[in-house]
């Protein structure tokens, strides 16, 4: 896709998201319509607003993310809100990690924004559909969970992270919330009311309130001792974070490989096994969802079990950390190349380059660790630094590039051409350029992250306008770093 048809860019087919796997825990209150019994005109009531819209909380201030406070403003919210909710969420690290920026900036919110704050709830969704629960809990609580939405999210969150204790007292204590009975029977249950949540099942059951499917999950969770012995139940075609929970909590755990990412936190845990540990930690950091820190505290965590797979993994990133830490020059060439075959084949290259990318630089290192070690300097915060300290025999493109010059030296291949254009001087597509000059910002850094990616599987035009979109705005940064992952992480696109 090229710049011509951006404008009129459709929403595309993504993965399951936020919105349709969060748990129906709450729902929003019900009023009954007033009847007349008069043809005389209903007498008028108002009242102020009970809620101001969400849309200008933020954790990140302008200062931190390079953004203007005006991003959103000058934009229609449903325009901003369904370009959230098409960003896909696999691609390249720099893309990942801008637009975490982008949903967690302060920012004022569009001039046609509603009470109901939807931009901030589509923020929320597309954070935790990153899987980055901690972020999404911390601007949900920014906000305050004063509303049915952002309470469901709240309670999901929690679900995940194995933190529900709060929000199960909350929920008892707000009936404004309008929690539905599985989550009050659940919650109930959770502050020790027994008695409680067994009387609300059974009552609800008769009244029809709770399905077939819930009825069963909610008793067994109830009452495991009753079915001992009886099969397992069948796993739910949509799982929710209420169901996943009580499915743990009677001793039939569910996969979370084939659930959506965020499901993958519930394994973190201590009371998970190591192996289910080390495979949720590479799937979350694969996409940014957790630290550099949280992946390497988990391959370290203790000595591999057996071998193949994921520990060989382990036992290789332990290896060379042990070389690391030792300052071992010899000890890190002889380590370094399976380390770096294990991170490319967990796809988690720019977390690895963070943790020991700094610690590399002023090593003597030769032949393949060398060249390790500088590729690890380019994927890392530091990649300019790196370059501008790299020696004769680099490869002189990704060298000018990381220098931000890429046009100074001579290529040929299609991508290589296409990011030079985007640095010597291309402006961005007119379509983007028309955003930029409506002060559209925000809208056009969407649609720029859209189509770099059309340019990651292939397009180069593509390609070199959404590296002129960020230039043009001032995200050097952004761009450059964008470039360079295009260059050395081994992709299948």
Known sequence: MTATGVAAQETVSAPLSAIDWLSQSVTAPVFEPPVTATAMPPEVTTTPLQHRSKDPVGLLPPEVTDLPRTIWQGSEEATLVDLVRAERIE???????????????????????????????????????????????????????????????????????????????????????????????????????????ALTLNTHRV???????????????????????????????????????MHEAIGENLVTSNLPLAFSHADLRTTTAWKSQLEAAERLARHGAVSENVLQDMYTARTPAASGGI????????????????????????????????????????????????????????????????????????????????????????????????????????????????????????????????RKLGETLLRAVSLFHEGYVGDAGSLTEALAVFRAVGLEDVARRAALQLMLLERAT
């Open 91 to 197: 691609t390249l690290p720099a893309m990942q990690e801008f637009m975490k920026v982008l949903m967690l900036a302060e920012a004022d919110p569009p001039f046609n924004a509603g009470a109901d704050g939807a931009l901030f709830l589509a923020r929320v969704d597309k954070l935790l559909d990153l899987g980055a629960l901690e972020p999404a809990k911390s601007l949900i609580e920014e906000a305050k969970p004063d509303t049915a939405p952002l309470f469901r999210r709240w309670f999901d969150v929690a679900l995940l992270t194995g933190t529900e204790q709060e929000v199960c007292d909350v929920m008892g204590q707000k009936p404004s919330v309008a929690p539905t009975y599985p989550a009050r029977i659940f919650c109930l249950a959770r502050n020790g009311d027994w008695p409680a949540a």
């Open 311 to 438: 520990w060989d993994r382990a036992a290789a990133v332990q290896r060379f950390d042990t070389a690391v830490t030792a300052g071992d020059a010899g000890a890190v060439a002889r380590t370094l190349p399976a380390a770096w075959a294990a991170m490319r084949h967990a796809r988690t290259e720019v977390q690895f380059a963070k943790l020991y990318a700094p610690a590399l630089q002023d090593l003597p290192l030769q032949g393949e660790a060398d060249d390790i070690a500088f590729e690890m300097g380019l994927l890392s915060p530091d990649y300019k630094s790196v370059a501008m300290r790299a020696e004769s025999g680099r490869d002189p493109f990704l060298v000018a590039l990381a220098r931000g010059v890429p046009q100074e030296v001579r290529v040929t291949s299609p991508r290589e051409l296409a990011i030079q254009s985007a640095f010597n001087g291309a402006a961005p597509p007119a379509a983007l350029q028309e955003l930029i000059d409506q």
């Open 207 to 245: 009244l029809g309130d709770i399905s077939e499917q819930e009825e069963m999950l909610l008793a067994r969770f109830l009452d495991p001792d009753l079915f001992e012995g009886e099969p397992r139940l069948d796993p739910p075609a949509r799982v929710s974070p209420l169901m996943f929970r």
